[in-house]
Each structure stands twice: as structure tokens, then as C-alpha cells.
């Protein structure tokens, strides 16, 4: 994320001018580039903060994801073992259960009419 600048403040603050006769004023470009290192500065630091604020929230971005991985396992878990998923896991067994009881009825039903 590093981005190539041209210039820093010491650059700027270095930079020496060829003197003409009909140049500008030696003293209005040193103030005018005293301002633009003072926004350079502004923008150097703000920046810096918010390249850590971005690294912060990816740091919290990757711990929230983890929790919420952790708890849609916990939700899958829960919803596995809810009374609706062990309702018809019982109905299963009793529907087996009255087919089992009625052959073995019709079984002895046969054998005692034999």
C-alpha cells in the first residue's frame, strides 16, 4: 500500500532556486513553500493514522470473522439437536416400531391359528 511520492520536506525545504532579474521574490516563494510543507507535513501524518486505523480494523475484521465462524458452528450444532430434528428422529422409531409390533402380532396371530 505504499505509495511513491516526488517529494518530502526535506526536498522541498532544500530546494534552491536559480536567481533571474525578472524572477519571482526569493522571499515570497520561501514563505509559499514553507506553507506547502506544512500541508505536506498535514498530509504525511494523517496519512500515517489512518494507514493504522486501516490495520486496527483488519485486525478487528479478522477477529469478528473468527467469531462468527465459531458461532455459526455453534447455531449448525444447536439446530441439529433441536427438539424439531429429535421430534422426527422419534417419529422414525415409533413408525418402525408399530410396523415391528404388527408383524410380530400378525406372526403369532398365524401361528395360533395354525
Same mark, same amino acid.
Do not use: K, N, P
Given at each position: 500500500m505504499a505509495v511513491k511520492v516526488n517529494l518530502d520536506i526535506q526536498t522541498i525545504l532544500d530546494k534552491e532556486? &536559480?536567481?533571474d532579474l525578472k524572477g519571482y521574490s526569493a522571499s515570497?516563494?520561501?514563505a509559499f *513553500?514553507? *506553507?506547502v510543507m506544512? &500541508?505536506?507535513e498535514t498530509y504525511q501524518n494523517t496519512l500515517s493514522e489512518l494507514n493504522e486505523k486501516i490495520a486496527e480494523l483488519e485486525r478487528t475484521n479478522a477477529s469478528l470473522r473468527a467469531k462468527l465462524i465459531e458461532e455459526e458452528?455453534?447455531?449448525r450444532a444447536l439446530e441439529a439437536n433441536t427438539p424439531a430434528? !429429535?421430534?422426527a428422529a422419534n417419529v422414525d422409531i415409533l413408525r418402525r416400531l !408399530?410396523? *415391528?409390533e404388527e408383524q410380530v402380532f400378525e406372526d403369532q396371530k398365524k401361528t395360533e391359528n395354525q
Open positions: 532556486f &536559480d536567481i515570497q516563494v520561501d *513553500l514553507d *506553507l506544512e &500541508d505536506y458452528g455453534h447455531t430434528a !429429535s421430534g !408399530s410396523r *415391528l
